[in-house]
């Protein structure tokens, strides 16, 4: 199997990536955030890899960290996910959001990837509910059902998700859902 490329950079063309390892050369297919933050053509890059075997054909699939490739090593576990729908869910959040979203089990999160349905988000989020963040080494910590009430309530009231997420880690422990949404409406007339 292979695990780990580090080569020239030669080609982007989304979603795939050409990577010479001495002479040879790597198709590599990528998500979207990992494109963004790839080095310019013909610079040095070093992406970890997940090899996947077909009756067809023998693909590889790059990621720039660790918590991406967990995150679709995980996705690729559930019935009826690929590896293009596990990449599409990746290109369209990052493992941190998509963790929030495990966490506060909201589907709309998902349905917004294109390609994910109502019903794939659903199952999506019921299996990977728990396993997430361990397989992540916690990573993004869960969320308190306070905290979960007051995100729902500020998307409600329409900040964006960054917003309404930076709101929340900015909340003291033990904080009512009332007092957290005051908090959170206070600091954001401050910037």
Known sequence: MIGRLQGTL???NPPQVLIDV???GYDVDVPMSTLYDLPAVGAQVT?????????DAQLLYGFLTEGEREAFRLLLRISGVGPRTALAVLS??????LAQAVSLQESG???KVPGIGKKTAERLLLE???KFGDA?????????DTGADVLRALLALGYSEKEASLAIKSLPAGVSVAEGIKLALKSHQKS
């Open 10 to 12: 030669l080609l982007k």
């Open 22 to 24: 001495n002479g040879v």
């Open 47 to 55: 992406l970890l890899t997940h090899f996947v075997v077909r009756e």
């Open 92 to 97: 369209g959040m990052s493992v941190q959001d």
């Open 109 to 111: 999160r998902l349905t």
């Open 128 to 130: 990977l509910k728990g």
């Open 136 to 144: 992540l080494g916690n990573g993004a910590a869960p969320v308190s």
